[in-house]
């Protein structure tokens, strides 16, 4: 009987180290900050910052396998009471958000768009370059139409962790 309590705690053990692996070696796990989203536009090789000189937000990589991007330009206008429509038009073209589960590669993090802010891209799968330096996290897209001008190009961005937000 003590045998066999012995080897199914060392089962459950070794089952639960895949696991615990997994989390360990996802260098994305935590919440990053914007420090800037440039666009390159394919045709000219154009940059231009896509949300203005100082935009802000977030990503967030969970250690469930979830993940949330939220990001606004640093020009966002802040209505003091109810926006007008025409705000509400600029707010809406100020902002990027979307949320969803991830796959990660070695070199690439795959987003599996379930939710957006306008739901262009709902049900798809959005490939990500990443690297990491530290505490800097550097993303490039594939080429895509930019959701706030239509433009063809990929986006650079740059995030910063913050402080806190690895997991130990």
Do not use: C
């Amino acid at each position: 009987m003590h045998k066999r309590i012995v080897a199914v705690a060392f089962i459950l053990i070794m089952l639960s180290l895949p696991t615990l692996a997994r989390a360990d070696a996802n260098p994305l796990l935590g919440t990053w900050r914007l420090k800037s989203f440039v666009r390159e536009v394919t045709a000219t090789g154009e940059r231009y910052n896509q949300l203005g000189d100082h935009p802000d937000g977030y990503l967030t990589y969970s250690s469930d396998g979830r993940m949330i991007a939220f990001f606004v330009s640093g020009n966002q206008p802040r209505p003091r009471n109810e926006p007008s429509d025409e705000e509400r038009v600029t707010l809406h073209k100020s902002m990027l958000a979307y949320g969803g589960t991830y796959s990660v590669l070695p070199d690439r993090v795959v987003h599996h768009i379930d939710i957006e802010w306008d739901g262009r891209r709902v049900g798809t799968d959005q490939v990500r370059f990443y690297v990491i330096d530290g505490d800097t996290l550097s993303i490039k897209t594939e080429p895509n139409k930019s959701p706030v001008d239509g433009r063809e190009g990929v986006g650079i961005l740059t995030f910063e962790r913050v402080k806190g937000s690895q997991p130990q």
